[in-house]
């Protein structure tokens, strides 16, 4: 049976800080008076990568409430600034956090929209299942894709997190589609294809920084070769 739907992770999938989440950092710590390249930032964001994994594996549920999101998205920036050697009272991990929970920070990837335009005119029906706050439908909508996606699972509005199965399990209900007849998108070979794999769907891993060169699964580098890999399922 050919695919008949398209399921996308948005954080770094979709969507990235703009100009990007290294450069916007770099940018905020720079007003305060703290210099920092955005390289540097890249490295101090590998001392907290792991904190995702940990998160998921003690059921944290850092998106569903603002408070949980609050919490640890300021660790998060807490622990990137000690390792920048940047000293903090609290303050500075409030106005990063404050900055990336600002809609206006965000954007689109160039390839979103035509790789869209080209699945939609395809027949596939698109989806969103993806770890964010609930305030993801606003920004979805100030971007002006929202209504692209008919269903939405967002695990701010839902009280799971990925890679909890049940997340997909939930889209794949309100779709009425067997995991077979879905491919799932996303960036993170931990929550997005590990889980989608097992489950039957058919995923792939969007890594646009190279960060996986060895994951065993399949992988692109733009979203425009996405619908040439969904005639190829077919």
């Known amino acids: 049976m050919p695919l008949r739907a398209v399921l996308f992770d948005v954080g770094e999938t979709l969507v990235h800080p703009a100009p990007s989440f290294p450069e916007l950092f770099s940018i905020v710590v720079d007003a305060e008076g703290h210099r920092r390249t955005p390289d540097a930032v890249i490295d101090a964001s590998r001392a907290v990568f792991h904190r995702f994994s940990e998160a998921a594996r003690d059921v944290e549920l850092w998106t569903t409430s603002p408070e949980r999101s609050a919490r640890f998205w300021k660790g998060v920036?807490?622990?990137?600034?000690?390792?920048?050697?940047?000293?903090?009272?609290?303050?500075?991990?409030?106005?990063?956090?404050?900055?990336?929970?600002?809609?206006?920070?965000?954007?689109?990837?160039?390839?979103?929209?035509?790789?869209?335009?080209?699945?939609?005119?395809?027949?596939?029906?698109?989806?969103?299942?993806?770890?964010?706050?609930?305030?993801?439908?606003?920004?979805?909508?100030?971007?002006?894709?929202?209504?692209?996606?008919?269903?939405?699972?967002?695990?701010?509005?839902?009280?799971?997190?990925?890679?909890?199965?049940?997340?997909?399990?939930?889209?794949?209900?309100?779709?009425?589609?067997?995991?077979?007849?879905?491919m799932y998108v996303g960036d993170n070979p931990e929550f997005d294809v590990a889980p989608t794999a097992a489950l039957g769907m058919t995923p792939v891993l969007i890594d646009r920084r190279d960060r996986y060169p060895d994951a065993e699964c399949t992988r692109i580098r733009d979203l425009r070769e996405l619908p040439s890999l969904v005639r190829a399922v077919a």
């Open 77 to 182: 920036y807490e622990r990137m600034l000690r390792e920048l050697n940047i000293p903090d009272d609290g303050h500075l991990a409030d106005v990063l956090y404050a900055t990336f929970t600002d809609p206006a920070n965000y954007a689109l990837f160039d390839d979103v929209e035509p790789t869209l335009d080209e699945l939609e005119t395809g027949g596939l029906v698109l989806a969103i299942v993806s770890n964010f706050e609930a305030w993801l439908e606003d920004l979805l909508g100030t971007l002006g894709v929202r209504n692209r996606f008919g269903v939405r699972v967002i695990s701010g509005r839902e009280g799971m997190e990925k890679p909890d199965p049940r997340i997909f399990e939930l889209a794949l209900e309100r779709l009425a589609l067997a995991a077979s007849d879905a």
